[in-house]
Structure formats: structure tokens, C-alpha cells
């Protein structure tokens, strides 16, 4: 697994399972469908991807295909950080 | 307004000798100690009755006729005695009636109107009461107890059976007092439902064996009755027609109605031997109460409003817009985040229930300031965004309908991101996502439509609760399904959420954790002209686009009192009532009683949490004050569950009454 997932997972894990039920969470699993985020967490997620990758994610970029699974959130982060 | 509390033998064998009658007798003394722990609903004494069946208490706060409407009051001839909770606001042209019909009145209490009234109409009298009231009626004749309670339930009233009697209270507390025998603990069903609904549904409390009598209710209670099978009935239900039963009326002449209603709701509320204040908050519905009072009475206008520190949730640049217009003398309590996470324990000990936020704490300092004015009434403007409609959920589910009809259009999601400006952490600030939050793909002919996404996001609560526990209680949503399938069938959408508000949220949370039960705290009585019945009934014969047009709230209402309004107060976009939840607790470091209601031992001692999602909330939000909904439901969540574990089941404090013989004893019934 690369280290964005893993640091993803360990976020995702602490802050929104509240530490417990993540190996239930599977990379490709989305977010909204299995309940992992409400509407506030979105945000909070985006908020932690700009302070920890240092770039800004804007409103066109507030999609599902970019935040909505472990993968869709690396490979997202991974094409921002990469250009 | 009052506290009230009693008893009634449910049993066969009710001949047993009257031994425990006299002073310092042990039914006496169950009385005392029922009444004593409800002494801040009615401070100003107390009265009892009992006989071999049937004892009641009474806690009174003086309103009307200070000198001779101490309680219990008796017909003529004795036999039928009655405590009561709140006011019937229509008593003097009921007296008249009574009057004419040769009844003789020995007060000039609204309260003794109950008991004539139920001489002439018998169990039918509630229908004719327009008022706030939890009323005990025992006919001593024929050895039978009535409870009724008003129609949407402003006044509380709960009630247990336990062995071979009936208790009953205007607060549990007063049932839990007088009864250490009563077990008391948790009820996981209606812990779930407050975890998704925001209270318990039907008759349910957070305690298990303890139930509410339900709004517009009757039931009656005689020793020869099995205990299983009171009998309960409605005497009132929210009435909504269905779509071509509307009366064809014009917006002009509707609105012209609508204002005659609230004009006498209001004169009728003001009847007071005390002075009548009111609530302000800068929002439409306490301005036309106020406005009205001013334009339309003579009575001088005190104001009473809180500010908060933090500028997401204050309104004082509208109060005062307000007290400028009307000229009133008005008060402030300003709220700051500790002044919250400091009341919130005595909060709780008022409430009885379990939050999901903390928006009751500023209106416990409300009433606090309105007490310290020396003023016992208040009118407020509880009730207009359910029956005029003004809340933001019937808006939300407009929108989602508005979606669903064209779910490609890639414009009207953004309808979505007007709803909630003022939120700083906005679930619509990506179209995207909202569309989803707001589940606009769900089936729109569901009765329930409306209110599913609510109840979901409040049960991310769940996520932090113990599975061992909940795992075979029902799931609330189907529950509800069941309750209310048949009362919302053929009903026009928008009244379908209004249904659902009124008789969820309004009674159980509104009126009681933010409503009676905050204000009862410093011996303050609400009054409510919205809820005027005659109000609440028009109302529900309105075409639904009266009352939000387009996306338009409260349209009918802004149409009739505009013009005694200032324009930028009808104008304003509508802000929610709402207190900071996480914040309050942690702005100056966490609040010095998390530890110990957070810690293991007590998560693991109440058992209905899980202590590790507990604790890594709990570093959460050390670490950063502001969250996101599901985090600040479930802190307020966990928090006061935890705290009314302590209050009320592991370490409640027994109070023994003192000093009742300083106090106004009224004797009753020739027995006490």
C-alpha cells in the first residue's frame, strides 16, 4: 500500500470511525455510500488534505471521483502534488 | 403554573383502613416528597388531597387570583377535586356559561372552571379549554382519576405504574423522589430514537416502566382497572386537510383572518393578575407577538433577549432594531461559551432527556433574567414555523423534490447551497455532495421523505454507541412508520413534514427541553399565541403555497403583519435558533466535568457507549474546537447522556422535604 493510502486510512480511521471498524473499510469503498462521512466531514477532509499536501482544492474539485474512496483520494492527491 | 403529582390505587382491595392519612402518615409523606423536588415549577406553596384511592400534590406558582386560587379546588359539594399545571386562557367567558348553568364558584381561579366544566360536559370538557394545561381530575363519586393533557402538549406530564398504583408528574423527577422502590434506568428503544429523531416517539422517555401522557390526550384511571389497559384517547389531533378539501379563500382575505386570530390569541395570553413580559429574539414570529402587543393592547412592553458573544449566533442588531421601533424596556443575558458548559449540568437535571445540542442552556439564563425582573409570564413565538411554515427543512425538501423531478439538471442543485448560508461548515458548499447528503434520489412519494436525511445524520450517533445494547432495539424509523403510516396518508407533501415536526419535535423537544422545562427552571411560564388552537386549526385549512411561497417562509404571516413590522425584519433571511455545542465545552480548555462523565469508569459503568470512540472523540475535540455536525450531535450526545446517568440513575439524590409548614398548605378532601 503506498503511503498516501495509508496515511489516508489512518485519517480516515481516527477521525471519522473513531477509531475502531477500519479494517471493515475497503480502499475502494465510497465514503458516502457506507456512511463514513456526513456532509461536515467532506469538509473536513478537504481541510486536512490542504494543510497536510499544501495545495488548494477548488470548487470544480469538490466531486465524488476526486473525494470519495481511499483510491479516489490518492490518486487525486497523488495527481495534484505530482504537477 | 404549577408542578403537580399523585397517585391513584389501581387494585381491587381498596377498603384497606386510612391509617397512613394523617400528617407524617406514609401516603401523606409519599405526596411531600412527589411535589417536593418540583417546588421551582411553584414556589409560592403547596396543597394536597387524599383519600383511601387517590392522592394529589400541587406546587403553585401564583398568576391568577393570588389569593384564592390555591389548589386543590372542589366542585360544590366537594366530590370532585383537581390539580393543574398551566392556565385556561378562555376561563371568563367559560365561568359565564357555568354561571348561567347555576354552578357556583367560590374563586376567581381559572382553575375551577375545570372542575364545573367537567360536571356539565363530563370526560368531553377538554374540548372545550383553550389553554396550556396537564390537569388531575378525580371524581371521588365515582373513584375515578383523570389526566389529561393540552393539545400539543406545552404542559408535561408523566406518569409510571408501579406494583398496585398509578404515580404521575409534571417532572420524572418527582415520581423517581417520592418512589425509590421504581427502578430507574435507561430505556435503550427510546435512547436510540433521541439519537435519530432528537426525543423519544409516542409515550416513550429516556426511563424505562416511565411514559409521557401524549399530547391532546385523556386518560382514565379507576381501581377496578387492570393496569394495562387505561383508558387512553385523543380529544384533539393536528388537523391537516387533504388537497381538495382546502375552502377556496383568497391570500387577501386568509391573511386578514390570520391576523384577527393572533390578535386575540394574544389579548387572550396577556390575562394575567401578574405582569406579562416577552421573549425577543430578532427573529419574525417574537416580532409580531411583541408588535401586536404594542399596537394592539395597553399593556407596557418589557422585553427580555440573549446575546451571544460569538457572532455566528447573535441577533442583537435585530433585537434592538426592535426595542427601537416598539419602545420597550428591555433586558439582555449575554451568553459566552462557558457560561453554557456551566449550566449544562443543572440544564440537564431540568430537562430529564438526553440532547443532541445545547441550544436549551441560553434559555435557562433566559428565564433566569426574566425571574430576576421579578416577571413569572412570558410570551414567545414557539410554534409558527410549524404551522405557518418557516423551517428550513420544509425548504430543504422542496428543493429535493425540485431536484428529483429533473436529477440531470445541473443547475438546480445549486438551489441547495442557498439553504444554508449561515452555517460555517455548509453541507452544501459542494453541489456535488449535497445532492447526495440530501438524498436526492430517494422516493419522493415516501411520507417521510422529508425528515429521512435528518434522521440520518443524527444517527451517525449510533456509530459511538454500545452494539451489545442497541443490537436487538427497533429500528425508530420503521417504528414511526407504524405510529404515524396512517395520520399522514393522502396528505399534501409540505403538510406531511409539518405533521411530522409538530408531532415529533415540537411537543417532545420545543415545547419541553427547550421550552417548559427551561423556563419552569426559574419559575417562568411561556405562553404561546401560535399554538392558540383556533390558530393551529386554521392553519391546516391554508393551501399549502400560503404558507411557503416558491421558497418564500412563513409567507401568510409576513402578509398580515408586515405593515406593523420594520421592513428589514421582515425582509431578513430566517436564522435558526442555535447555541455553539463542542465549542461551548472546550473554548477555555475542556470544562472541568468532562473528565469525570467522560472518563472509562463512568462510560463503562453507564454501558451505553463504547469508551474507545468516546475517548478518541473526546481528544478530537481537544485538538480542534470546531467540528462538523455529526461530531457536535454526538459529543452533546454521549455528554448529557452521561451526565443524566449520574443525576437521575446512579447517584440520585434523594431530597427529603423541609420546611413544608412554612408554606401555604391547603387542606383538602377533609383527610390531609
Not at chain 2, 159 to 167: F, S
Not at chain 2, 585 to 602: I, N, R
Not at chain 2, 638 to 657: A, E, G, N, Y
Amino acid at each position: 500500500m503506498s503511503d498516501i493510502k495509508i496515511k489516508i486510512r489512518e485519517f480516515i480511521i481516527e477521525n471519522f470511525l473513531f477509531g475502531e471498524g477500519g479494517e471493515e473499510l475497503k480502499d475502494d469503498d465510497s465514503f458516502l455510500d457506507k456512511g463514513v462521512i456526513d456532509s461536515t466531514g467532506v469538509l473536513e477532509l478537504v481541510e486536512w488534505i490542504e494543510d497536510n499536501y499544501q495545495f488548494k482544492i477548488e470548487d470544480d474539485e469538490l466531486i465524488p471521483e476526486n473525494l470519495d474512496s481511499i483510491n479516489n483520494l490518492a490518486a487525486f492527491i497523488a495527481k495534484k502534488t505530482s504537477k | 403554573m404549577c408542578g403537580i403529582a399523585g397517585f391513584i390505587k389501581t387494585d381491587h382491595s381498596i377498603s384497606e383502613p386510612c391509617n397512613s392519612i394523617s400528617p407524617g402518615g406514609q401516603d401523606r409523606q409519599l405526596l411531600e416528597e412527589m411535589i417536593w423536588p418540583l417546588r421551582h415549577r411553584g414556589p409560592d406553596g403547596f396543597g394536597f388531597y387524599l383519600d383511601q384511592v387517590c392522592g394529589l400534590a400541587h406546587a403553585r406558582l401564583s398568576i391568577i387570583d393570588l389569593e384564592g386560587g390555591w389548589q386543590p379546588i372542589f366542585n360544590e359539594d366537594n366530590t370532585i377535586a383537581v390539580v393543574f399545571n398551566g392556565e385556561i386562557f378562555n376561563y371568563i367567558e367559560l365561568k359565564q356559561e357555568l354561571i348561567r348553568e347555576g354552578h357556583i364558584f367560590r374563586t376567581e381561579s381559572d382553575t375551577e372552571v375545570i372542575v364545573h366544566l367537567y360536571e356539565s360536559c363530563g370526560k368531553d370538557f377538554p374540548k372545550k379549554l383553550n389553554g396550556q394545561f396537564a390537569i388531575a381530575l378525580y371524581d371521588s363519586k365515582k373513584k375515578s382519576l383523570l389526566l389529561i393533557r393540552d393539545r400539543l402538549g406545552i404542559r408535561p406530564l408523566f406518569y409510571t405504574v408501579h406494583k398496585d398504583r398509578l404515580y404521575f408528574a409534571s417532572e420524572i423527577k418527582g415520581i423517581f423522589n417520592g418512589n425509590p422502590a421504581i427502578e430507574r434506568e435507561f430505556d435503550p428503544d427510546a435512547l436510540r430514537q433521541i439519537f435519530t429523531f432528537w426525543t423519544p416517539a409516542g409515550e416513550a422517555t429516556p426511563f424505562k416502566g416511565i411514559k409521557q401522557l401524549k399530547p391532546g390526550h385523556l386518560m382514565e384511571v379507576t381501581p377496578s382497572s387492570e393496569p394495562s389497559v387505561h383508558r387512553q384517547r385523543p380529544f384533539w389531533s393536528v388537523p391537516f386537510l387533504k388537497g381538495h378539501e382546502y375552502t377556496p379563500v383568497t391570500e387577501k382575505e386568509a391573511a386578514s383572518q390570520l391576523r384577527e386570530l393572533l390578535i386575540d390569541a394574544v389579548r387572550l395570553r396577556l390575562r394575567s393578575d401578574v405582569p406579562v413580559g416577552a421573549y425577543l429574539s430578532g427573529g419574525l414570529d417574537s416580532s409580531v407577538i411583541t408588535s401586536i402587543i404594542h399596537h394592539f393592547t395597553d399593556t407596557p412592553l418589557e422585553t427580555f433577549s440573549i446575546t451571544f458573544s460569538d457572532r455566528v449566533y447573535d441577533e442583537s442588531k435585530e433585537q434592538q432594531e426592535l426595542v427601537r421601533y416598539l419602545d420597550t424596556r428591555h433586558h439582555t443575558v449575554r451568553c459566552d461559551y462557558k457560561t453554557i458548559s456551566d449550566v449544562f449540568p443543572d440544564v440537564l437535571w431540568h430537562t430529564e432527556y438526553p440532547l443532541v445540542r445545547t441550544a436549551p442552556a441560553p434559555l435557562y439564563l433566559l428565564s433566569k433574567l426574566v425571574n430576576r425582573h421579578d416577571y413569572k409570564v412570558v410570551l414567545t413565538g414557539e410554534g409558527s414555523d410549524e404551522i405557518l411554515g418557516g423551517y428550513d427543512i420544509f425548504k430543504e425538501a422542496k428543493i429535493r423534490r425540485f431536484i428529483a423531478k429533473n436529477p440531470n439538471s445541473a443547475w438546480r442543485p445549486l438551489l441547495l447551497k442557498r439553504l444554508y448560508p449561515y452555517l460555517a461548515l455548509s453541507p452544501a458548499k459542494s453541489a456535488h455532495f449535497a445532492k447526495k447528503f440530501f438524498d436526492t434520489e430517494a422516493d419522493t412519494a415516501d411520507p417521510f421523505y422529508s425528515h429521512r436525511p435528518r434522521w440520518k445524520t443524527t444517527a451517525g450517533i449510533l456509530a459511538f454507541t454500545n452494539p451489545e445494547l442497541f443490537g436487538s432495539t427497533e429500528d425508530p424509523e420503521r417504528l414511526l412508520e407504524t405510529q404515524l403510516q396512517q395520520e399522514l396518508k393522502g396528505l399534501d407533501p409540505f403538510c406531511q413534514a409539518q405533521h411530522l415536526e409538530i408531532s415529533l419535535l415540537l411537543s417532545n423537544y420545543l415545547l419541553s427541553s427547550q421550552g417548559d422545562r427551561m423556563a419552569m427552571a426559574h419559575s417562568v411560564e411561556g405562553r404561546f399565541p401560535f399554538l392558540d388552537h383556533r390558530i393551529v386549526e386554521f392553519a391546516g385549512t391554508l393551501p399549502v403555497g400560503f404558507k411557503m411561497k416558491v421558497l418564500d417562509e412563513k409567507y401568510l404571516l409576513k402578509a398580515a403583519f408586515s405593515d406593523i413590522l420594520p421592513e428589514e425584519i421582515v425582509k431578513r433571511k430566517k436564522q435558526p435558533y442555535m447555541a455553539p455545542d463542542i465549542l461551548s465545552f472546550f473554548s477555555d480548555g475542556p470544562a472541568d466535568y468532562l473528565e469525570f462523565h467522560l472518563s472509562k469508569e463512568q462510560i463503562e459503568k453507564a454501558n451505553i457507549f463504547r469508551w474507545k470512540a468516546v475517548e478518541t472523540l473526546f481528544n478530537k475535540c481537544k485538538r480542534k474546537k470546531r467540528q462538523g455536525f455529526r461530531e457536535n450531535m454526538a459529543f452533546v450526545a454521549i455528554l448529557s447522556t452521561q451526565i443524566i446517568f449520574h443525576k437521575f440513575i446512579s447517584d440520585f439524590q434523594f431530597q427529603r422535604p423541609k420546611e413544608l409548614e412554612n408554606t401555604k398548605i391547603v387542606k383538602g378532601g377533609g383527610n390531609v
